[in-house]
T-cell receptor, first 111, second 116 residues
Framework: DQQVKQNSPSLSVQEGRISILNCDYT??????FLWYKKYPAEGPTFLISISSIKDKNEDGRFTVFLNKSAKHLSLHIVPSQPGDSAVYFC??????????FGTGTSLTVIP | DTGVSQNPRHKITKRGQNVTFRCDPI?????LYWYRQTLGQGPEFLTY????????KSRLLSDRFSAERPKGSFSTLEIQRTEQGDSAMYLC??????????????FGSGTRLTVV
């Protein structure tokens, strides 16, 4: 039972354009959501988070949007840069301070 | 402090052998987590410790798996009688038991296990 779904395994975007990564979750009780970025041979690194009391959180080029009624989370990166090429995981906080992760979306930013 | 350290980085073992991985968390972090990531999947929670106490275990953690954190610092994850299905990246993370923007989760680079 996949609690968090990322339906796009890969995404290619031209440098300078917007990258939009999507994530759907199943449980309306989840109240904290995060995006992680992962390069090959490294562990995931935290990118940005949002709590359920908000619908948008922005940090530089990265913005996370939360649509609670649709149980949908998205990450916007603008402008996209080649260094953003990585696998992006969305994650939701479960009880006990553990996370459910999605399956990841591999982003390629083409120079 | 160089972050969360995991050793070894890679381990190849024959089916049926036992393996042990080590995780050294960030020194002031009192929580330590183990996750497993298989190809094409996101990390899956295995277990976590607060100090030396193991507070939660996933159903993924079968009887062949055991984790310890004897002095509340480093942790070991042992897999007995390894099976090919155990082949995965084993990730360790640590945090403080307080709510900060990312719950303070810092992941290590992982140990990649290959069972042949």
């Amino acid at each position: 039972d996949q609690q968090v779904k990322q339906n796009s395994p890969s995404l290619s975007v031209q440098e300078g354009r917007i990258s939009i990564l999507n994530c759907d979750y199943t449980n309306s009780m989840f109240d904290y959501f995060l995006w992680y970025k992962k390069y090959p041979a490294e562990g995931p690194t935290f990118l940005i988070s949002i709590s359920s009391i908000k619908d948008k959180n922005e940090d530089g080029r990265f913005t996370v949007f939360l649509n609670k009624s649709a149980k949908h989370l998205s990450l916007h990166i603008v402008p996209s840069q080649p260094g953003d090429s990585a696998v992006y995981f969305c994650a939701v906080l479960n009880t006990g301070n553990q996370f459910y992760f999605g399956t990841g979306t591999s982003l390629t930013v083409i120079p | 402090d160089t972050g969360v350290s995991q050793n070894p980085r890679h381990k190849i073992t024959k089916r049926g052998q036992n393996v042990t991985f080590r995780c050294d968390p960030i020194s002031e972090h009192n929580r330590l987590y183990w996750y497993r990531q298989t190809l094409g999947q996101g990390p899956e929670f295995l277990t976590y410790f607060q100090n030396e106490a193991q507070l939660e275990k996933s159903r993924l953690l079968s009887d062949r798996f055991s984790a310890e954190r004897p002095k509340g610092s480093f942790s070991t994850l042992e897999i007995q009688r390894t099976e090919q299905g155990d082949s995965a990246m084993y990730l360790c993370a640590s945090s403080l038991a307080v709510k900060i923007p990312n719950y303070g989760y810092t992941f290590g680079s992982g140990t990649r296990l290959t069972v042949v």
